[in-house]
């Protein structure tokens, strides 16, 4: 839409602001309803449910509610099935018949609630467990512990990066996508509970078991980095399980095997281990797994024994109501504390507080002492039943009132997809960590005139991390098995005498601290011994605690895993084709601190470089210009936070951030936070699209659109052209309300929407609202049937009217001329190849919401605060994807798209579009007006809300509705980058043009260049 424009809701201007105000006084109402648990329950009743004698066989109830399905399942439950419900076993895919004869007992019965599957591969687990659904009467509770994915405990499963290189990530976004996609994987698995995150923060480096298992040592890293992949798996309904409650990171001994004690205070307790629980009980954790351990503040008994622990700390003090497991009780950390009589561990775990018992050593037994013990009067029936209603309740939220088998077809394919694979490697990318580079090796010079040295310490000859050494240079490698070859070692110091580039990877490493992580007296004296000789590079693909035994090389880059992808990311920073961008998780010893993780400029001749302030003639005086411009901005409402980015000669001048998501909230805006870009779409992606369609030919500027459209001969749109809907020019309406003809009464028509997806209801809108497929043609048909304007100048031609429709049609043209749809073709022409990581489309789907800033409060057509979902209401009716709006992104992102388009389509080593594309496409100015081919210009009187008179004739640019902007000057070398979204909560703000903000910023930054 253009800044200009009508709104046309304004005939109701006034039931919108008193709807407004109700919103405000309802927020927090909404927010509580938000995070409560959706399978939670009141405290039990004390009435007693009466035992059914002959229970029916379980029907499914797939259509009935909540309430309905798990009633409808309770009620037809013995005591028997309730009491097995309690019980989780342990299953497994690659052992004889004899465990597949066990659990067809403990399901026909124990009646059993749920199976953790562990060792095995995933064909074979995937028809145990239809197997094993067929014969259970309820639904079984499907569990993994797979914390970095199904590869941690099935051979052909895919694995992730384990927790502690997640650590070093700094976008949580990333993380979050992380978790989306292994519920994915959970999901095609038939598996509904995932014993994941790991939540104890690893402030012991000694620590036996928990270790590489954590996020670090930071509480506010732990806390960030479990919500953010507790959010990503329970968007896709797949169960998390945080764990050990109440923390096992701070512990010298293996609760497998011992009893584990935490020494802290209650104050302690509180200000550190606590507080990532109480941020995924924040973010509704569905489920929180009890450690087998022993606090002397709570008593000598094991945290899943305790009931100070669990009822008084868990439930009561931090308020949690959701579903509680406990640690395994096969572990000698609680079974091995005394000698206990048969099922009492169980008994105590119920009376504890804890829901489900997760693999009991003896089930039989357990589940006999369990009924004893209600007949005896030790357990009340209402407590069991309380349980078992949260359970029925877990398994339908879950999806288990829908119940399918696993098609094992094309498993394997889907759980090692192009995008898993792609996500991985974004993963490392952020993760490795260039810990130092005293010598300022990175990125390497290479000097083909002198040796250069690849040393690969317990790796084969020729393996991959060589590989992707060798890709970038010749090398000479070397590599030795084992750690501990002498010989081999005296031979390399010797040899590297006469090398100019060295460098050294270490592979093989293990976790265990008591074994110095598989490091050899050799290997450590070996690499001192070098490193006093030569700079060298040493990249250690391990955990990195190991880093402490090797703090004397010059450069060390901290890889964290022995996976290929760590190798292509280490490879990418040492050759300069990267930046490191990761942060050391924990401290190591004295030699690093916590977060320590230099960014190094990379050899990209066409990328833009970190931060230069010489570029400004006095930067402290520009910055704080803009700062009190933008601080006074917010105080006034104009919008709640804003990112800021300005590049000139390459490097970025202005990189700033400011503010918050909303007025409300405490969420800072900052670099990663995404924002709907509204019209700046126009030209970030439609543009570019058909610049690429004009290089290949593939569409002509004085070609009819009805040539590509023929659905368009014979209507008022027969004889428009390209060039004059670039242009504007083209005789299209500004904007037509289309969202209109769907709803009725001022309600959605139900013909076109549902609150639920369905096969029929398959495209989203937002999280609530689903729409049929079909309704894009009925735009398209709108859009086609569409009267013209009628300004037309002397000679009988269109007048300029900046039109959304125009865009509209082009994207249905780039869509017919690739056979594509546009959000494919923008992520295969533009986001990929600029290797953006936050741009495209229904950033809902993508994105975790809490990086994304919210807009409008529709009130009128979709009845919801929008996050993530386009605030254009005609780009919402063709499911987020439109040529004119649609496209989500940040500053940092859009500054590379324009920065291309500064140097003239260029970006790296390709070429994305014609450097006389590029020059045609934003010099060409139509006769009529001040605008180019689908690019904005500075006016001729100078006049704009939004653009500065400093920019030179040769700029070009757009803004964006939601209170974007984007502008390119050739002349002065400079890219400008405004994101803000002056629409929250009411698009009917428009300070943002009334006060000029964006144009005084721009006045600032020009008068502030050298």
């Known amino acids: 839409m253009i800044e200009s424009k009508k709104i046309y809701k304004n005939k109701i201007l006034v039931i919108s602001s008193l709807l407004l105000c109700l919103y405000f006084v309802s927020a927090r109402a909404i927010i509580f309803f938000k995070k409560a648990n959706t399978f939670i329950l009141n405290e039990p009743s004390k009435q007693v449910s009466k035992p059914v004698e002959k229970p029916v066989n379980y029907i499914s109830f797939s259509k009935l509610s909540e309430k309905n399905w798990v009633d409808s399942v309770f009620d037809n439950l013995s005591l028997d099935q309730k009491i097995g419900q309690l019980f989780i076993a342990d299953a497994y895919s690659n052992k004889e018949e004899i465990n597949v004869n066990k659990i067809t007992l403990l399901i026909e019965k124990y009646h059993i609630g749920g199976l953790i599957f562990f060792q095995g591969e995933c064909y074979k687990q995937a028809e145990l467990t239809n197997k094993y659904q067929a014969l259970s009467k309820v639904p079984l509770l499907i569990a993994m512990d797979a914390e970095w994915g199904l590869g941690m405990r099935l051979t052909n499963g895919f694995s992730f990066p384990k927790q502690i290189t997640l650590g070093a990530i700094e976008d949580n976004d990333l993380v979050y996508q992380m978790g989306v996609e292994m519920a994915n994987h959970c999901k095609r698995m038939g598996v509904q509970l995932n014993f994941c995150p790991v939540v104890d923060i690893n402030s012991n480096p000694n620590n036996p078991i928990i270790g590489s298992r954590s ?5 506010d ?41 935490v020494n802290y205070t209650e104050e302690e307790m509180k200000k550190n281990i606590l507080t990532p629980f109480k941020q995924i009980i ?34 009561n003090e931090l308020k949690y109501k959701g579903l ?43 589940f006999d002492a369990i009924k004893k013990a209600l007949e005896m009067g030790r357990l009340q029936q209402e407590e069991i039943d309380f349980k078992v209603k949260k359970i029925l309740k877990a398994k339908y939220w879950a ?21 898993t694979q792609e996500l991985k490697q974004r993963l490392f990318d952020n993760a490795v960590t260039l810990v130092k580079d005293s010598t300022q090796l990175i990125p390497i010079e290479q000097n083909q005139n002198k040796r250069q040295l690849s040393i690969c310490i317990d790796a084969p000859l020729n393996n991959l991390f060589g590989q992707a050494i060798q890709k970038n240079g010749h090398f000479i490698q070397y590599s030795t098995e084992g750690k501990s070859n002498q010989p081999f070692y005296d031979e390399m110091i010797e040899f590297a005498d006469s090398c100019e580039n060295i460098i050294i990877s270490v592979h093989n490493f293990s976790n265990k601290p008591n074994e110095k992580y598989g490091t050899s007296p050799e290997l450590i004296n070996f690499i001192k011994k070098i490193s006093q000789k030569h700079p060298v590079i040493l990249c250690l693909f ?3 605690y190991v880093l402490k035994y090797f703090p004397n090389a010059s450069t060390i880059i901290s890889g964290y895993e022995d996976e290929p992808e760590a190798y292509q990311a280490v490879s990418k920073i040492i050759f300069g084709e990267a930046t490191a961008v990761g942060k050391l998780p924990v401290s190591i010893d004295k030699y690093f601190k916590l977060g320590t993780g230099i960014v190094n400029n990379p050899y990209t001749e066409n990328n833009i470089l970190l931060q230069e302030k010489d570029l400004l003639r006095n930067p402290d005086e520009t910055n704080a210009k803009i700062n009190q411009l933008i601080k006074n901005a917010i105080a006034e409402r104009i919008f ?118 369905t096969e029929i209801f398959s495209m989203p809108i937002t999280p609530h609202l689903y729409a049929k497929p079909a309704l894009k043609d009925s735009v398209w048909k709108w859009v086609v049937k569409s009267p013209l304007h009628y300004k037309k100048g002397k000679d009988n031609k269109y007048d300029f009217v900046y039109s959304d429709l125009g865009l509209m049609i082009l994207a249905k043209i780039i869509e ?14 533009l986001i990929e190849p600029l290797q953006l990581t936050r741009t495209g489309y229904n950033a809902f789907l993508q994105h975790d919401i809490q990086n994304i800033a919210p807009t409008e409060l529709d009130l009128l057509f979709r009845k919801e605060q929008l996050k993530g979902s386009v605030q254009d209401q005609n780009a919402a009716l063709l499911g987020g994807v439109s040529g004119h709006a649609g496209l989500f992104s940040t500053a940092s992102d859009l500054a590379t798209i324009m920065y291309m388009n500064l140097n003239l389509g260029k970006y790296k080593n390709q070429t994305l579009v014609k450097k006389e594309t590029i020059q045609l496409f934003s010099q060409t100015v139509s006769k009529r007006s001040h605008r180019a081919l689908g690019w904005d210009k500075l006016p001729a009187d100078g006049e704009s809300n939004y653009i500065s008179p400093l920019v030179s004739n040769k700029s070009f640019g757009h803004s964006g509705y939601t209170g974007t902007l984007v502008w390119v000057d050739p002349e002065k070398d400079l890219v400008f980058v405004f994101c803000s979204n002056r629409v929250y909560p009411n698009a009917n703000n428009n300070k943002i043009n009334q006060m000029q903000i964006r144009k005084k910023i721009m006045d600032i930054v020009y008068q502030g260049l050298k």
Not at 294 to 311: D, E, H, M, N, R
Not at 342 to 362: F, M, R, T, W
């Open 215 to 219: 996020f670090g040592e930071s509480t």
């Open 542 to 544: 391990g955990n990195p």
């Open 324 to 366: 509680i497991i406990t640690d395994a009780l096969n572990m000698r950390g609680v079974k091995n504390r005394q000698k206990w009589a048969p099922g009492e561990i169980e008994l105590q775990a119920l009376e504890a507080g804890n829901d489900v018992l997760l693999y009991s050593e003896n089930i039989p037994e357990a």
């Open 640 to 757: 709640p936070g804003c990112q800021l980015l300005v590049v000139r000669k390459g490097k970025e001048i202005i990189n700033n951030c400011y503010g918050k998501l909303s007025y409300e909230g405490s969420e800072k805006v900052n670099k990663k936070t995404i924002y709907d870009v509204a019209s700046v779409t126009k030209v970030a992606a439609t543009l570019q699209c058909v610049m690429q369609l004009y290089d290949q030919q593939k569409i002509a500027l004085d070609q009819k659109i009805s040539y590509y459209l023929p659905e368009l001969k014979g209507t008022n749109k027969e004889n428009i052209t390209v060039q004059s809907v670039l242009f504007h020019e083209s005789g299209l309406q500004s904007y037509l309300p289309l969202w209109e003809k769907t709803i009725s009464g001022g309600q959605l028509k139900s013909f076109y929407f549902s609150k639920t997806p």
């Open 282 to 315: 924040q973010d509704s954790i569905k489920s929180i797994l009890i450690g087998h351990l022993q606090l002397p503040f709570y008593g000598t008994k094991p945290a899943t024994l305790s009931t100070k622990v669990i009822k008084e700390l868990l439930q």
């Open 221 to 261: 890293l732990v806390s960030a980095k479990s919500g953010a992949i507790t959010r990503g798996m329970q968007e896709k309904y797949v169960i998390a399980s945080g764990k050990h409650f109440p923390g096992h990171g701070d512990t010298y001994l293996d609760s497998h095997k011992y009893l584990p004690q």
């Open 399 to 419: 999806g288990l009132a829908k119940l399918a088998n696993i098609e094992t077809e094309g498993l394997f394919e889907d759980l090692h997809n192009k995008h």
């Open 816 to 829: 017919k001329q690739c056979g594509e749809k546009l959000d494919v073709l923008v992520s295969e022409k």
